[in-house]
């Protein structure tokens, strides 16, 4: 036991600080692996909830309906204001095509990401009267610039309606998809347009 204790001494007598950078690089690396490791994981798993978030709760991107228009301007492409668009006559049941839509059946939510109060329970009444059932309302935390309408892929032939119906009131809404996972099958976030 002591031959071996003498011979780790002996061997660490002997070796010059030379001999050390060998090591202490590949332990220097090492360590930069992990440290670089952990953060990278960090990193990801809170990212990853941010994306997979379901329905409601993951961050949405909203169009900036001036930029978009002043981008299209510039590359000489016609963009029809909301403003031109006329507004159809709605009934309870809508035939877009060979579909027809009937309007008690689909899940509405009306948020409001304003300051002002009210405007969710306003909308909501005017969704009533045109023959929609099946209302909830509430407040949205985060703040939209413009007035959205996000409708679950499987309801997507009601996006025209629903446009209508809202532009009535938001000229500059706009309307985007979103996952089959949320409580609704269309959220309408009102904003400031």
């Keep these: 036991m002591d031959k071996k204790n003498t011979s780790i ?3 660490l007598k002997k070796m010059k600080p030379q001999d050390f950078i060998y ?4 332990l220097f690396f090492f360590i930069m692996t992990i440290v670089i490791f952990l953060l990278a994981t960090k990193f990801i798993s809170k990212n990853i909830n941010k994306i997979f978030a ?10 900036d309906l001036d930029q978009y228009k002043l981008i299209a301007k510039k590359l000489n ?3 029809s204001s909301p403003q031109d668009v006329p ?5 309870s049941s809508v035939d877009i095509g060979a579909v027809s839509l009937d309007k008690s059946t689909i ?4 948020k409001n990401s304003t300051l002002e109060k009210g405007v969710a329970s306003a909308l909501a009444q005017q969704f009533k009267n045109e023959g929609y059932k099946k209302i909830a309302t509430g407040n949205e935390p985060r703040t939209y610039s413009t007035t959205t309408i996000l409708i679950k892929e499987s309801y997507i032939s009601y996006g025209p309606i629903l446009l209508d119906a809202v532009r009535k009131f938001y000229p500059s809404v706009i309307a985007t998809t979103t ?9 309408i976030i009102i904003g400031n347009q």
């Design 9 to 11: 001494s002996e061997l």
């Design 23 to 26: 090591p202490s690089v590949v």
């Design 54 to 63: 379901p329905g409601e709760t993951a961050a949405i991107q909203s169009l």
């Design 77 to 79: 492409i016609d963009v």
């Design 87 to 91: 507004p159809q006559n709605t009934t």
């Design 107 to 110: 899940a509405i939510i009306i």
């Design 179 to 187: 996952t089959e996972t949320g409580s609704a099958d269309a959220i």
